[in-house]
């Protein structure tokens, strides 16, 4: 089983359209958690940190649950500029490597 | 905004060679990283390094690679001998403190090997 699980997409939305995003994590020891953007052939860039309250970033959201050992990222209004890979990164407990899941694409038109 | 920069943004080089890719982190952190994504891959860790030594390594940081940081600003990443599956772009990160703290990466190095 993959440390960090995404669906690849791609998801197609018209501007202005709500998507969400989910990802799972297998290791219950993990720590810290994330979403990353990465556009195509650039560095991942942090989008935001997700803790266990939930967090809000203008148009975007981020909810963890632990004891489903489960992230999802909420994108409200979608933007054409929001057409990029959201990476969900996890922190293991130990040490200071991030674990990376292969991504979802999201595609955002007009 | 401080960033972390990478030279070269493109290295080209035979199989064989030594290849040493070039990072500078942002100027307070303390604890540094070399990724790497194969095209078309996930994002995967080779190493973390902290006080001068390397705290965490992955099973792709063989002894075909180093990291040193020489002076007070560098981080570097050497591969002794390349190969074809080197090929990849390689990211640097780095990181205030260890931890929870967020990583931010550079614009990455891409590694053709030829």
């Known amino acids: 089983r993959k440390e960090v699980e995404q669906d690849p997409g791609p998801f197609n939305v018209p501007e202005g359209a709500t998507v969400a995003f989910n990802c799972t994590y297998s290791n219950s020891a993990s720590q810290s958690f994330f979403w990353y953007r990465q556009d195509c052939r650039k560095e991942p860039k942090l989008l935001m940190s997700?803790?266990?309250s939930g967090n809000e970033d203008g148009r975007f959201t981020a909810q963890l649950n632990r004891a489903s050992q489960y992230i999802s990222l909420l994108i409200r209004d979608s933007k054409l500029s929001d057409s990029a890979t959201y990476l969900c990164?996890?922190?293991?407990?130990?040490?200071?490597?991030?674990?990376f899941g292969a991504g979802t694409i999201l595609r955002v038109k007009s | 905004e401080p960033e972390v920069t990478q030279t070269p943004s493109h290295q080209v080089t035979q199989m064989g060679q030594e290849v040493i890719l070039r990072c500078v982190p942002i100027s307070n952190h303390l604890y540094f990283y070399w990724y790497r994504q194969i095209l078309g891959q996930k994002v995967e860790f080779l190493v973390s390094?902290?006080?001068?030594?390397?705290?965490?390594k992955s099973e792709i940081f063989d002894d075909q690679f180093s990291v040193e940081r020489p002076d007070g600003s560098n981080f570097t990443l050497k591969i002794r001998s390349t190969k074809l599956e080197d090929s990849a772009m390689y990211f640097c990160?780095?990181?205030?403190?260890?931890?929870?703290?967020?990583?931010?990466f550079g614009p990455g190095t891409r590694l053709t090997v030829l």
């Open positions: 990160a780095s990181g205030r403190t260890s931890g929870y703290n967020e990583q931010f």
């Open positions: 390094f902290y006080n001068n030594e390397i705290s965490e």
């Open positions: 997700v803790y266990s």
């Open positions: 990164v996890v922190l293991r407990e130990y040490g200071n490597k991030l674990v």
